[in-house]
């Protein structure tokens, strides 16, 4: 469970004790990258374009949300296939997702993914370029115009056309430490394995200021594009949507009462006088519980490992912090969260009826984004080997709406 409470800014911490370590550690994963720069281990280049979304930190700095912003951005202009490793499943070896396929097979976030994307196709493998491979054979699926390796960074063995790095506004990689005493699994130099570096989480009014010292301090090379992303929250939504028409005993309205009017209300017409529980299992849940601070009377943190798997301990100690909330009062938790609480079994009724989660979607910050979408989009068509992409640039607009901003671009990237 989350211990104090960190209000603002830097979340960084760093254990000066295990500082030898972190140079013993640093020792062996500096001589990795070596030999692949040296080109004893190889790094391998595809035909199909390849855009790699991934962090050289332990911690989320919100992959997910940033590969479904490529999805969205995508999905109808080209047929698109995320790659995952599939962290915590219980199968081996490539499996592609099907209609039947679960968190169990696949992994909780490709399991997200392709709930939410029903029509995009989604694998997994540990060996990203054997499931490139079986990707791009014809075997498995057909015709796929770009594939997004999530979380694939460090996986060096694939040489993306588009490498992405992502980076924790409140855990700047520039003032932490390598393992065991910062969270750094790479040294602050292999950002410049980058084409593109984001910097996450950050908060919706970003100062000019702000962004001008961060761009300074992240010392990026001229081939190198740096964005500001941020989490923009969407409509609660139930995870146990209430289906039954019949009428209910009075003292279920009375239950019910507490409950939001879903679809119809703002955040903060939701969360008004509210008691929040806030349930998660992901690595770092405290710019959320910050957030929703600034809707809800009072929000109560219940947060579990990253990628938790709900036991039967686990699943009485949520009802009994619900339990014991005041009313009004209701659960929030994530999109990665829901797809393993679905799925477990001993939630009380009255949990279930209050629980709702929140999805979130990445907006790019200071007017970057067509910016942020037509390099993509030009590296896709560019590079698409049916040239179905190759049409005029009027017709890649995301449909999800456009946001004003510098006009479009070609970026030339080193590794093409």
Same mark, same amino acid.
């Given at each position: ?33 070596? *030999?692949?720069?040296?080109?004893? *281990? ?375």
């Amino acid at each position: 469970m989350i211990g104090k409470e960190r209000i603002e800014g830097d979340l960084i911490s760093i254990n000066k004790k295990l500082l030898p370590l972190s140079w013993l550690y640093g020792l062996g994963v500096g001589f990795r990258n070596l *030999l692949f720069e040296m080109g004893i *281990l190889k790094s391998r280049s595809f035909s199909t374009p390849v855009i790699s979304v991934g962090n050289i930190t332990v911690g989320g700095t919100g992959k997910t949300p940033h590969v479904e912003y490529l999805i969205r951005l995508l999905k109808d202009q080209a047929k698109v296939a995320v790659l995952s490793r599939g962290y915590k499943r219980k199968t081996s070896g490539f499996v592609l997702a099907g209609d039947d396929a679960t968190v169990r097979t696949i992994g909780d976030e490709p399991y997200q993914m392709k709930t939410k994307f029903p029509d995009i196709t989604v694998a997994v493998d540990k060996k990203r370029t054997r499931g490139i491979e079986k990707l791009t054979s014809g075997e498995y699926v057909k015709d796929i115009n770009v594939i997004l390796l999530d979380d694939a960074f460090q996986h060096r063995y694939v040489k993306p056309g588009i490498n992405i790095l992502l980076v924790d506004y409140h855990r700047l990689i520039i003032y932490d430490k390598l393992l065991p005493a910062g969270r750094l699994r790479e040294p602050i130099e292999s950002k410049n394995r980058a084409d593109i570096v984001i910097v996450t989480k950050c908060p919706m009014d970003l100062k000019p200021m702000e962004f001008r010292v961060i761009t300074k301090a992240m010392s990026l090379y001229p081939y190198q594009q740096l964005f500001f992303s941020t989490h923009e929250f969407e409509t609660l939504r139930p995870v146990f949507p209430n289906k039954q028409k019949t009428k209910k005993s009075r003292n279920t309205q009375k239950t019910q009462s507490s409950q939001i009017t879903q679809s119809t209300q703002t955040l903060s017409e939701a969360l008004a006088d509210q008691h929040v529980l806030l349930l998660t299992g992901i690595a770092s849940p405290e710019q959320m519980l910050i957030d929703l601070k600034a809707y809800a009377k009072e929000v109560t943190p219940l947060a579990f490992s990253d990628h938790h798997n709900f036991k039967k301990s686990d699943i009485e100690q949520i009802n009994e912090a619900f339990n014991a909330l005041p009313a009004p009062k209701l659960i929030i938790t994530t999109e990665k969260d829901e797809t393993r609480l679905k799925q477990a079994e001993g939630l009380s009724k009255e949990v279930k009826s209050h629980l709702y989660v929140l999805p979130i979607k990445i907006q790019i910050l200071l007017d970057q984004e067509n910016t942020f979408n037509q390099t993509i989009i030009n590296y896709v068509r560019k590079n698409s080997r049916n040239g179905l992409l190759a049409q005029s640039k009027d017709d890649h607009k995301p449909k999800d709406g456009d946001s004003s901003g510098d006009r479009p671009r070609t970026i030339s990237f080193r590794n093409n």
